[in-house]
């Protein structure tokens, strides 16, 4: 039973490992297979509408990767702003980011839509919700800067002056890329949290992957069959982003 | 080298560091900055090395006044070595890249030029096997001598240290201090604040008491320490030199 116990002094073996994995994986699967046995039978079924699911995953991918770029401009931007010394440009951050991080993804998607784009005659949906996703997300990417930004000690900014540098280079040469090691895991939390949450612009009719789900629910009524891939499809996407942050990370690291 | 300061005066809020300064001092390689903490070292380094603005006054070196402009005084920075007292490398770069840095995205010297530069002053203050080493993987004082040949391989006018061995053990004290000695016989002059009254005594030219806002006495190292002339002078050596 020792041997199950993982501490910091003495870890716990390989062999130990895997063996928990493993009883873990069969309790799980024996618990599915428990409840769901009986019901499940019509793979068939969604098997057919395989395309409209995998249109909707890359419908998700795209709009994800389109925010992460954009929302990581509006989050940078944001955060300078926020340092900088000029009022206008200080205060506008705040009350962008405040107003936002204040705001259900919910109100911001249906007010986004109906209330302003719609008002604006601007019926493209794919860029409204993209855009929508990185002002959301945006936000909370620029308080993850921010606090990245004020996390390096002032002698850096002394010594980055002290041999001349201009405040551009500081910043790219000398801060973001300390910033860069430091934000990385927030930043990569709020990354994988815009992947999940575009599943929300499902309610204003964008067929992503989640809308895809549906529409195989409501056509084959197996909502099982028409969900469980939906989650795992999110995973695909998810799982990598945090693992290739832990190889980043490992890449960036250096001693304080 | 020379530098003077003219009515110099820098507050903190309500609290002047220095109050109307006029002060000259005239040599030729080391002028060392003692006194009590608080008194005013470090601030008046800090507005030498262009870091600060003076409230009041201009300051003078070589008999050019420094200008207030923020990007006069950065050329005004990139001329000089600057060496605080601790951090002052940046730890996401190697030894080497710290060195590197200024010479390239400053001085816009090319690669192979910035390169033969760095190696050649790492080389010379025997840091070649930790070239490309991060700073957290170094010692407190091969840091500071990083710092320095950083500061040195840009071949400054003249240096500027500010208690470069306050946050360092005795063993890497000296080690530090031999290489500043070693920097006497270069042509750069060098302004030093330290808390170490033997090296000053040993290796500067002048040495400048600054207590209480102001810079009451100034005078060769020798002479400042053998026969201090005001009280203030004389009861701080005292202090420091009991034990």
Same mark, same amino acid.
């Given at each position: ?256 | ?12 809020? @309500?609290?002047?560091? /220095?109050?109307?300064?006029?002060? +000259?001092?005239?040599? *030729?390689? #080391?002028? =060392?900055?003692?006194?009590? !903490? ?66 390239? @995205?400053?001085?816009? /010297?090319?690669?192979?030029?910035? +390169?033969?530069?760095? *190696?050649? #002053?790492? =080389?010379?203050?025997?840091? !070649? ?115």
């Amino acid at each position: 039973m020792e041997a199950f116990f993982d501490r910091a002094d003495r870890p716990a073996p390989t062999w130990a490992r895997v063996v928990t994995v493993c009883v873990l994986l069969a309790v799980f699967s024996a618990l599915c297979f428990w409840i769901f046995s009986s019901s499940v039978r019509d793979w068939e079924k969604v098997w057919g509408y395989r395309a409209v699911l995998f249109k909707g995953w890359l419908t998700t991918m795209g709009i994800s990767a389109a925010a992460l770029v954009l929302s990581t401009v509006f989050g940078v931007g944001a955060a300078l702003a926020r340092r900088s010394g000029f009022l206008p440009l200080k205060f506008a951050s705040v009350m962008y980011v405040e107003t936002i991080r204040g705001l259900p993804l919910m109100f911001l998607v249906l007010f986004g839509f109906y209330g302003v784009a719609d008002k604006l005659g601007w019926n493209d949906r794919l860029p409204v919700g993209i855009l929508i996703l990185s002002l959301f997300s945006g936000a909370y990417i620029a308080e993850v800067i921010r606090a990245g930004i004020e996390s390096v000690g002032r002698s850096q900014w002394d010594s980055a002056r002290a041999i001349g540098l201009t405040s551009g280079q500081t910043y790219r040469l000398v801060i973001f890329p300390q910033v860069l090691r430091q934000s990385l895991p927030p930043l990569a939390g709020q990354f994988s949290s815009l992947i999940k949450d575009s599943s929300l612009l499902y309610i204003v009719g964008i067929s992503e992957l989640t809308f895809a789900a549906q529409q195989v629910n409501s056509a084959t009524y197996s909502t099982f069959e028409a969900y469980l891939p939906l989650g795992i499809m999110y995973l695909v996407l998810t799982l990598p982003v945090s693992l290739w942050t832990k190889i980043l990370e490992r890449k960036l690291r250096y001693e304080n | 080298m020379k530098i003077e300061l003219r009515g110099v005066t820098k507050a903190f809020g @309500a609290h002047r560091v /220095l109050d109307d300064v006029t002060f +000259a001092a005239d040599f *030729d390689h #080391v002028l =060392a900055l003692i006194g009590p !903490s608080g008194g005013g070292k470090s601030t008046l380094l800090r507005l030498l090395a262009g870091l600060d603005r003076a409230d009041r006054g201009n300051i003078l070196v070589d008999g050019i006044a420094l200008e207030s402009s923020e990007d006069a005084l950065r050329e005004y920075r990139s001329t000089i070595g600057i060496v605080f007292q601790a951090y002052n490398l940046f730890p996401h770069l190697t030894a080497r890249e710290n060195v590197l840095l200024p010479l390239t @995205a400053v001085h816009g /010297l090319a690669p192979a030029e910035a +390169a033969q530069r760095a *190696d050649e #002053v790492i =080389a010379r203050f025997q840091l !070649s096997t930790h070239a490309y080493k991060q700073p957290g993987l170094l010692s407190g004082g091969q840091r500071q001598r990083v710092a320095i040949a950083r500061a040195l391989a840009i071949r400054p006018r003249f240096l500027l240290l500010d208690e470069p061995t306050s946050a360092l053990d005795p063993e890497m004290t000296a080690e530090v201090l031999d290489v500043i000695a070693e920097l006497r016989v270069l042509e750069q002059p060098i302004i030093l604040v330290t808390h170490e009254m033997g090296f000053a005594r040993q290796s500067a030219d002048l040495v400048a008491f600054i207590a209480d806002g102001g810079i009451p006495e100034c005078r060769p190292a020798q002479e400042f320490f053998d026969a201090p002339s005001i009280p203030a002078t004389q009861r701080f050596l005292q202090k420091i030199l009991k034990y």
